[in-house]
């Protein structure tokens, strides 16, 4: 199966920015899209950010439009989340998802993807 590792977490204040990255090894070949998902406290789990590998179908959140950038770098297997003028309402669980070539309709749902890793946590503050 495919693993996911992510980085790039962390304590920020508002208006700060961060690099999210998730290392995806094992069955790389496998992937067709790759996302950003968060959850924070008490609410649901939400799609930050998306990409459809090779097709240049990417989605974003209308809350982070303009201030997030979703990227790959295909050589290392890499996706990245570059993440600027951050707000308090950023604070969450980030998770980095990948979906296979049955999955990746609906780049938002989280059911489009089958694997996940285990979670960064980013924390803005006032």
């Known amino acids: 199966q495919v693993r996911l590792v992510e980085s790039g977490g962390g304590s920020v204040q508002a208006g700060g920015s961060l690099r999210l990255s998730c290392a995806a090894t094992?069955?790389?070949?496998?992937?067709?899209?790759m996302g950003w998902f968060r959850q924070a406290p008490g609410k649901e789990r939400e799609g930050v950010a998306a990409l459809y590998i090779g097709s240049g179908r990417i989605y974003y959140a209308d809350s982070v439009k303009g201030r997030f950038t979703i990227s790959q770098d295909n050589a290392k297997n890499t996706l990245y989340l570059q993440m600027n003028s951050l707000k308090p309402e950023d604070t969450a669980m980030y998770y980095c998802a990948t979906g296979g070539p049955l999955q990746c309709g609906k780049l938002y749902e989280s059911n489009e993807y089958n694997y996940w890793g285990q979670g960064t946590q980013v924390t803005v503050s006032s």
């Open positions: 094992e069955y790389t070949y496998s992937i067709y899209c």
